[in-house]
């Protein structure tokens, strides 16, 4: 893997935040990637805005899938190893995710799924979690934020709902990746102010194919 991806994040480091995965259901690392990989991405996403790649993003699976602006306002960009190979050291990194996972947590990932999101002003997504009824593929989400300068009163946090019945809200950071479990953590983005950019995915127990996703 390109050894500027990430920043210097050690072994020991690894163990306290995926520790904390384990005993919280999730965990937020600050300045997670490289500053180089981070404005790639960012540019990347900026330059797909501008060609209006992104759609509207629908609920429930595919094939009971609709467009529910009452429910989520986000419109997304599903990404692709082949067809967006200018993210190829964002796929290392990601790689390198899963391998760390795996080996801490005895996890089974097999494969992951990856897209991202735009949030315009005034838009939000309503509390829900992000496994399926019925299902069980996505086990962990995770979140890389893209959004700098973001102060207080920008909205679009992150409001998650613990599982003693705390809840907690996780301002998107650009540079702040975000874990947790697909399955138990209910969670919302709450109505942001300005336009909130993130890439946002899970890693999965079985491979997919783009189109059963969301």
């Known amino acids: 893997?390109?050894?500027?991806?990430?920043?210097?994040?050690?072994?020991?480091?690894?163990?306290?935040?995926?520790?904390?995965?384990a005993d919280n259901d999730f965990v937020y690392?600050?300045?997670?990637?490289?500053?180089?990989?981070?404005?790639?991405?960012?540019?990347?996403?900026?330059?797909?805005?501008?060609?209006?790649?992104?759609?509207?993003?629908?609920?429930?699976t595919a094939r009971q899938r609709q467009v529910e602006t009452?429910?989520?306002?986000?419109?997304?960009?599903?990404l692709d190893r082949d067809t967006d190979g200018e993210l190829a050291e964002l796929f290392y990194l990601l790689d390198e995710l899963v391998r760390h996972i795996r080996q801490q947590l005895f996890l089974s990932i097999s494969d992951y799924e990856f897209h991202f999101a735009l949030y315009p002003p005034d838009t939000f997504y309503k509390k829900h979690l992000d496994q399926f009824q019925g299902q069980d593929n996505r086990v962990l989400s995770v979140l890389l934020y893209l959004n700098d300068d973001w102060q207080p009163g920008d909205g679009g946090e992150l409001k998650?709902?613990?599982k003693d019945g705390a809840e907690t809200l996780i301002p998107p950071l650009g540079n702040r990746l975000?874990?947790?479990?697909?399955?138990t953590v209910e969670h919302e983005v709450l109505c942001t102010q300005k336009h909130r950019k993130s890439l946002t995915g899970w890693l999965l127990r079985r491979p997919t194919s783009l189109n059963q996703l969301i």
């Open 1 to 21: 893997m390109p050894s500027s991806a990430f920043t210097s994040h050690t072994e020991s480091d690894w163990g306290r935040w995926l520790n904390q995965l």
């Open 160 to 162: 998650m709902y613990e």
């Open 178 to 183: 975000l874990l947790f479990r697909s399955d």
């Open 70 to 78: 009452s429910v989520r306002g986000d419109f997304i960009y599903w």
């Open 29 to 60: 690392i600050d300045h997670f990637t490289s500053a180089p990989l981070y404005r790639q991405i960012h540019r990347y996403f900026d330059r797909l805005r501008a060609d209006h790649e992104f759609s509207r993003a629908a609920i429930g």
